[in-house]
């Protein structure tokens, strides 16, 4: 599956693979020979939580491979026409102006105004232009919002 990224993500997630591979990898490695030198491994609890250390580390290193691998790059979009991934865009709701930008789900940050494709709110601005009404349904009643410009 797919997972849409800005390359700067996906940059960080290549840095964060390397130090897990490397460093990381390293580190536990000595806690588990540390540990072993401690000898019965049967009650070390040293060991035992290197070892559980050691499975986060080894399943870190697959999750970020993974995304790498699967990872579709988002190219920021300037003047487009239509909401797309990797467009910024201005609404209105009830009054108020919010700027958006639709990233993939790994990205998100509503705070800033990031949203995810993969959210019912960016699933519904996806495909619409200018002046469009966009409607959804929360948990607290109907909202709506107008678009009223993709940059």
């Known amino acids: 599956m ?4 800005t390359s700067k ?8 693979l390397e130090q897990y591979k490397t460093v990381r990898r ?3 490695a000595d806690r588990l020979k ?3 030198e401690l000898g019965d491994l049967s009650e070390n ?3 035992f939580e290197a070892r559980e250390e050691q499975q986060f580390v080894e399943s870190h290193i697959f999750e970020l ?3 790498i691998k699967n990872a579709s790059v988002i190219k920021m979009t300037h003047g487009t026409k239509i909401v797309q ?3 910024s865009f201005e609404v209105e709701k009830a009054g108020k102006k919010t700027k958006f930008t ?3 789900a790994d990205e998100v940050k509503p705070e800033a105004g990031l949203i995810s494709n993969e959210s019912p709110l960016g699933q519904a601005f996806l495909g619409k232009k200018p002046g469009d009404v966009v409607k959804i349904k929360t948990p607290a009643g109907e909202s709506a919002y107008k678009i009223l410009g993709i940059e």
């Open 45 to 47: 609890s040293e060991y």
């Open 102 to 104: 639709l990233v993939g």
């Open 85 to 87: 991934i990797g467009a």
């Open 9 to 16: 993500k996906l940059e960080e997630l290549k840095a964060e």
């Open 2 to 5: 797919d997972r849409y990224l």
């Open 34 to 36: 540390r540990a072993k």
């Open 26 to 28: 390293l580190e536990v």
């Open 65 to 67: 491979e993974d995304a």
